[in-house]
């Protein structure tokens, strides 16, 4: 994206000229730009740094939406960690979570006594967060919480809060940074909705 227009709050808008990433999809407007994104991951790996600071600490990524941000999360960790991934499928080509959680991967790490960090790309429905939550806690571990790049605060289904959110989401479909549709669009360094 060469640059990105502001509405009069400062808000990140539309794109100013066309994102060749998008192959010609047009962009609704940036949610999140690129240095928003940036600075808000320095503040939760601070934060993550305060909340663990000597004991075993396992992030665990949910794959896939949450890779980019999980890859400049840890980094900004200033304490020993572990990482590992979890695979969980919930939309397929929708845009609408189906609400069927189908478990692809399971961690390899042994999670027992444990601090877990479980790090999402997007909270919404909850109902894959529930699933997943339940499977970790049979796991043991010493502690479990959930660190969430977006938020969107419509789970009325989802039984365990985020102990760390770096934005509250529009209730639009998201797409960049991690987030897909149909596996495109995950590599853009920004959060935007599609039109």
């Not at 997007?122 to 049979?138: A, H, K, P």
């Amino acid at each position: 994206m060469n640059a990105t227009t502001t509405d009069p709050r400062g808000t990140p808008a539309t794109p100013a000229s066309p994102d060749p990433r998008l192959d010609g999809r047009p962009l609704k407007r940036v949610a999140f730009d690129a240095e928003q994104i940036a600075a808000r991951v320095r503040e939760l790996g601070a934060e993550i740094t305060a909340a663990y600071p000597d004991e075993n600490l396992l992030v665990l990524g949910l794959l896939k939406g949450s890779f980019i941000f999980l890859s400049d999360l840890v980094r900004q960790i200033n304490r020993p960690l572990q990482v590992d991934f979890l695979v969980a499928s919930s939309y397929g080509d929708a845009t609408v979570s189906s609400g069927v959680v189908r478990l692809v991967y399971d961690p390899e790490t042994v999670l027992e006594g444990k601090h877990i960090l479980l790090v999402e790309d997007i909270v919404d429905s909850g109902r894959t967060l529930n699933r997943l939550m339940d499977l970790l806690r049979e796991r043991r571990p010493k502690s479990l919480e959930i660190c969430a790049l977006l938020h969107k605060h419509i789970a009325t289904e989802l039984r365990y809060p985020a102990k760390f959110v770096g934005f509250d989401a529009p209730h639009e479909f998201l797409v960049g940074y991690g987030l897909d549709h149909a596996e495109d669009f995950r590599h853009l360094p920004y959060i935007a909705s599609l039109q």
